[in-house]
């Protein structure tokens, strides 16, 4: 247990539906991930943070913000739904200098 | 071309054989390595951490990456039916630590 938590763990949205995504750690540490996993392209970086109000893009960024305006919570949002962003979303964390560390996941399905 | 290539499988091999994984990548500023186990609707949980080209040993688990020909391997010896996972390969530069994944191999030991 890597001490992350994900709400919700599933939801179902339909398009054009703001939704927003809590990843909440119970350690302090600076570092925290969105990605998003899809069959046959694996997990890919939406955003990362690298401490409070301190954020950056990844790979797949299009159509999402997130924010951190506390240590422990990491919020990614979808400001309106697509039904290309149905996926499996996961937080991850880096307790250490590399290693991350994963959430259980968020299932999430745009009608 | 994707920076990092893994045969999705399906791969399945009998109780007590050695298992051999594997990745293949093109970006040469890769030095640390990571193996990834994920059971079916749980999130990715570390398995071996390895920092430029050697192996690591853990247990039944062997880690190998040859740098100089942008491989990396995973071994398991005598493989248990609780090894059935999907393992990821992901790798990162350093820095600020993006982790660029393989798309997964689904493994699966017949008792």
């Known amino acids: 247990d890597a001490g992350i938590t994900q709400s919700p763990r599933h939801k179902v949205t339909e398009t054009g539906t703001p939704v927003t995504l809590r990843c909440h750690q119970t350690?302090?540490?600076?570092?925290m991930y969105w990605y998003r996993q899809d069959p046959g392209h694996g997990l890919r970086l939406i955003h990362y943070?690298?401490?409070?109000?301190?954020?950056d893009k990844g790979e797949v960024s299009d159509g999402y913000s997130v924010s951190r305006s506390k240590t422990e919570d990491f919020l990614l949002t979808l400001e309106s739904a697509t039904s290309s962003q149905t996926s499996v979303y996961f937080c991850?964390?880096?307790?250490?200098?590399?290693?991350?560390?994963f959430g259980p996941g968020t299932r999430l399905t745009v009608t | 071309q994707k920076e990092v290539e893994q045969d999705p499988g399906p791969l399945s091999v009998p109780e007590g054989a050695i298992v051999s994984l594997n990745c293949t990548y093109s970006?040469?500023?890769?030095?640390?390595f990571m193996w990834y186990r994920q059971y079916s609707r749980k999130g990715p949980e570390l398995l071996m951490y390895?920092?430029?080209?050697g192996n690591k040993e853990d247990g039944r688990f062997t880690a190998q990456v040859d740098k100089s020909s942008k491989y990396i391997s995973l071994f398991i010896r005598d493989s248990q039916p609780s090894d059935s996972a999907t393992y990821l390969c992901?790798?990162?530069?350093?820095?600020?630590?993006?982790?660029?994944f393989g798309t997964g191999t689904r493994l699966t030991i017949i008792p």
């Open positions: 390895t920092y430029s080209s």
């Open positions: 350690e302090n540490h600076r570092y």
């Open positions: 991850a964390i880096r307790p250490g200098d590399h290693e991350q560390y």
């Open positions: 970006n040469s500023a890769f030095q640390y």
């Open positions: 943070s690298y401490g409070v109000k301190d954020t």
């Open positions: 992901a790798m990162s530069a350093g820095g600020n630590e993006k982790l660029t």
